[in-house]
Each structure stands twice: as structure tokens, then as C-alpha cells.
């Protein structure tokens, strides 16, 4: 229970991961002397929600560009005549805010009046459910590395898969801006290791939820939190294909705050964001670089 209670508590994960009751809690005080709210007292109320763990709104939580989204060298036209992506690296996925202004890739926006607000949402993603978000395959059984002797299920999270484990995604809300350089991925400075102590910067900084970042969880309540998360995972699997039909390769070794980072590569240098992205209006303010 101490997971869940970090969960609507000192870490605000309920704020956006509705569980059917709010996030108001009276912190108590930990054995440090310091304000604690594993031992605070609940004075939330029931809401009327079901436990489905989404707001069903929609956040920027400032995750770095991945370099290694395929969709960054679409350059070309394939097969059909069709370029997927002919900015390359000058692609920013602005999220909601493209959707609102029918721009690139996104289809139209079927309510104009919608359109002003563009601005406001850039760099947003629609809240997932925090359900299920720790289910794997039986034959390898976690998603967090090292794995024990069935190996662990390589997961990717947020929009863009940069976060590979949960325990890397905790971390992330809890010391985005801790470790906050001015770098992009694959570039963190000597003597730091990227999602451990250095996060490289936003793809898109408007926006930003900065309920997040700086959460002051210890290392001990990161893991409490993932293992209420583990918890999530309700069996339903309809009408998807059986988990158990995985006919992948269950991965081993490593630990689960420096997991997939031996797939790290560089991010190249980034030109401007493309006109046809960043220059449509209403255009994003402050401008995106």
C-alpha cells in the first residue's frame, strides 16, 4: 500500500491517472522528521469515475526527441511514390496542437471553433490508462530488467518510446528537472548517465507539466510506486490476441534504471522546426525552435 499511497499522494500520480478519488492528502511526518505522505491521513473524497486510471485529457510531460523513431528517416518516397516524413530531423511532434490545426499528417479537425486553442495544447498526448501498464508475456513475465531467471518484456512508454522500464518512467517524473541539461539524446555530459542523472531537453517546451519533475521521492518509494503499478494488470485480454502467443526473444541482464540505454545513438544536429509544422497558424507560442 505505501505505492499507492505515494501514488495519490506526495507523487500526484491520481492528479492525471484518475483511480476514483482525488488527490488531496494531509502529509504526516516520516521518521526523518520531514513531511511523509506514506503516513499522512486521506482527505480525498469518492468520485464519481470508475477506477480507470486516465483523466482522459491530455499533458506534456517533456520528453526528449527520440532518435530512434523510424519516422525521423522516412526521407524518401517508397514503394507507392508516398515520403512519409520529408522534414526529417526537422519534424516536432506537436501533439494535440497539430490535431486542432489539421496539420501535417493529422486529419482534419472536425470542429473549427477548436482551432484558437491550438496554442494552448502543443506538445500535449492524450493520458493513457495506467491499467495494464505492466503486463507481459508469461514467458517473460516483467518489464523491468534484470528480469530474474525468465529474462524481462522489452516495453516502450510514452508517445515516443524513449522510457523503457517503469522504474525509468517514475524516475522521470521525479527528476526531469533535477537533471535537466541542455542537450539532446545520446549527448549527456561526461560523468552522467542519460535517465539516470541527466535528462536531455524537451522535443516541445510549451506547455510543460511542471506538477512533475521535481518530486523528492527516494529511490525506495520510485520502486514502491512501481510496484503498485504491477499491480494494474487485470487479466483482460479481449478482444487482443492471448499474451501467451508472444513468439519473441525475453531479454536478460542489466538493471531497470539504465535499461535500453545500449540502443542509445546521438541525436544528429536539429535544424529549425519545418514551416509546414511549426508555421501554421495559429502558430505555437513562444515560437519552437
Request: charged share 10%; aromatic share 12%; with cysteine.
Amino acid at each position: 500500500m505505501a505505492g499507492y499511497a505515494l501514488f495519490r499522494g506526495q507523487a500526484a500520480c491520481n492528479t492525471c491517472h484518475v483511480d476514483g478519488r482525488g488527490s488531496t492528502q494531509t502529509p504526516g511526518t516520516g521518521g526523518d522528521g520531514h513531511p511523509s505522505t506514506t503516513t499522512g491521513t486521506d482527505t480525498s473524497h469518492a468520485a464519481t469515475v470508475n477506477p480507470l486510471f486516465t483523466c482522459f485529457g491530455s499533458a506534456n510531460e517533456g520528453l526528449p526527441l527520440n532518435p530512434r523513431v523510424a519516422f525521423y528517416y522516412e526521407t524518401t518516397p517508397d514503394f507507392f511514390g508516398f515520403t512519409p516524413n520529408p522534414f526529417g530531423f526537422g519534424y516536432r511532434d506537436l501533439g494535440l496542437g497539430t490535431f486542432l490545426r489539421s496539420g501535417f499528417g493529422s486529419a482534419p479537425n472536425p470542429d473549427a471553433t477548436l482551432i484558437p486553442l491550438a496554442p494552448s495544447v502543443d506538445g500535449t498526448f492524450q493520458v493513457s490508462t495506467a491499467r495494464n501498464v505492466a503486463m507481459a508475456p508469461t514467458q517473460c513475465p516483467t518489464t523491468e530488467a534484470p528480469g530474474g531467471p525468465n529474462g524481462f518484456f522489452q516495453k516502450e512508454f510514452f508517445h515516443n518510446g524513449y522510457i523503457k522500464s517503469l522504474k525509468q518512467l517514475v524516475h522521470f517524473y521525479n527528476t526531469r528537472d533535477l537533471f535537466a541539461f541542455p542537450v539532446t539524446s545520446g549527448h549527456c555530459p561526461p560523468g552522467t548517465v542519460e535517465k539516470v542523472n541527466c535528462w536531455p531537453m524537451p522535443e516541445v517546451r510549451n506547455n510543460l507539466d511542471m506538477t512533475t519533475g521535481n518530486l523528492a521521492l527516494t529511490d525506495l518509494q520510485e520502486n514502491q510506486i512501481v510496484a503498485f503499478l504491477q499491480t494494474l494488470t487485470d487479466g483482460f485480454t479481449t478482444p487482443f490476441p492471448n499474451r501467451d502467443t508472444f513468439t519473441g526473444t525475453c531479454m536478460f541482464g542489466g538493471t531497470a534504471s539504465t535499461q535500453g540505454n545500449e540502443f542509445l545513438i546521438p541525436t544528429p544536429p536539429l535544424p529549425s522546426c519545418a514551416s509546414a509544422i511549426c508555421g501554421v497558424a495559429p502558430f505555437p507560442s513562444p515560437p519552437i525552435p
